[in-house]
C-alpha cells in the first residue's frame, strides 16, 4: 500500500499532518522532500511594513471581547479529521 502524507519534523520525531490509517508499529519508508517557500507576494519593504502596521491597527480596533469563548485546547485546534 502507497500513501502520501504530510509531516512535521519536531523534536525528532515525525508528526502527520494528514490521517493515517496504518496499524500501530507498521514499519514505513520515508521520502523526504523539502518543501519550497514561496515567495511573498509584495516584495517592497515599505509596502511590507504599511500592511503590517495597518493589521495591527486592525487587531487593536478589534479586540477579542471579554466574554468571548474559552480558549481552544491543542486538540481542538489541531482537530484530526
Do not use: W
Not at 13 to 22: A, E, N
Not at 29 to 53: C, F, M, S, W, Y
Amino acid at each position: 500500500m502507497s500513501q502520501t502524507l504530510k509531516a512535521i519534523y519536531r523534536d525528532g520525531v515525525f508528526i502527520p499532518q494528514t490521517p493515517c490509517d496504518l496499524p500501530e508499529g507498521s514499519e514505513v519508508e520515508l521520502n523526504v522532500r523539502e518543501q519550497q517557500a514561496d515567495q511573498p507576494a509584495v516584495t517592497d519593504l515599505e509596502e511590507r511594513k504599511r500592511i503590517l502596521k495597518e493589521v495591527v491597527e486592525n487587531m487593536r480596533a478589534n479586540p477579542l471581547p471579554a466574554d468571548a469563548p474559552r480558549r481552544f485546547t491543542r486538540e481542538e485546534l489541531h482537530e484530526r479529521r
